[in-house]
């Protein structure tokens, strides 16, 4: 059982370059979440997910996308990625009826 | 406008001691609040929760206290201990909507010093 799990760990992009960061989760939780974290600003929300096929925006969604096509895949795409986006990333997870969220290792992105 | 507030940047401590992370929250919809505990390089991970009909919570050397009318909760964690250090997030969660949204405080790092 391997939880949340995140990919890439590091990436280095160079402004208007695109990505996509891939968070997996095997404990069959209906409900997703991206959050990024700044230096000051603790974890903000970006978009989540409350089930297989649906998407919503969250705190700071501009500037990003994201699909749920399967249950277990949760993907934040960065269309063309900009200095501001420098920042570690956070995917978390949690099933129907519980307040807690099962966070991923992260992904640290800087935008040269 | 930030609806979660931790004010200390960092706290440091001494082993055996008792650590003090406080976090005030504006909104009074909010009806569960819970601690996380990152340590550098991972996620963050659960440490305790408290739901807001209750006014603390316990477990082991952590606990959650809850006034609703200061809007305030703090983590007590007694004794502290260095693998204690790290950096402590509180956030708050409403059910409405069912989408169970976590807002974060910017952290508090806690250092135990043996």
């Known amino acids: 059982n391997a939880g949340v799990t995140q990919t890439p760990k590091f990436r280095v992009l160079k402004t208007g370059q695109s990505m996509t960061l891939l968070c997996a989760q095997d404990?069959?939780?209906?409900?997703m979440y991206w959050y990024r974290q700044d230096p000051g600003m603790g974890l903000r929300l970006i978009h989540y997910s409350v089930g297989e096929g649906t998407t919503a925006k969250g705190e700071v969604p501009d500037g990003y996308n994201v699909s749920r096509l399967k249950k277990q895949n949760f993907l934040l795409g960065l269309e063309s990625a900009a200095p501001s986006q420098t920042s570690v990333y956070f995917c978390?997870?949690?099933?129907?009826?519980?307040?807690?969220?099962?966070f991923g290792p992260g992904t640290r992105l800087t935008v040269t | 406008d930030q609806q979660v507030k931790q004010n200390s940047p960092s706290l440091s401590v001494q082993e055996g001691r008792i650590s003090i992370l406080n976090c005030d929250y504006t909104?009074?919809?909010?009806?569960?609040f819970l601690w996380y505990k990152k340590y550098p390089a991972e996620g963050p991970t659960f440490l305790i929760s408290?739901?807001?009909?209750?006014d603390k919570n316990e477990d082991g050397r952590f606990t959650v206290f809850l006034n609703k009318s200061a809007k305030h909760l703090s983590l007590h964690i007694v004794p502290s201990q260095p693998g204690d250090s790290a950096v402590y997030f509180c956030a708050a969660s409403k059910m409405i909507g069912n989408t169970g949204k976590l807002i974060f405080g910017q952290g508090t790092t806690l250092q135990v010093k043996p």
């Open positions: 404990m069959n939780h209906e409900y």
């Open positions: 408290i739901s807001s009909i209750k």
């Open positions: 909104n009074s919809m909010f009806d569960y």
């Open positions: 978390a997870s949690r099933t129907d009826g519980s307040y807690e969220q099962y």
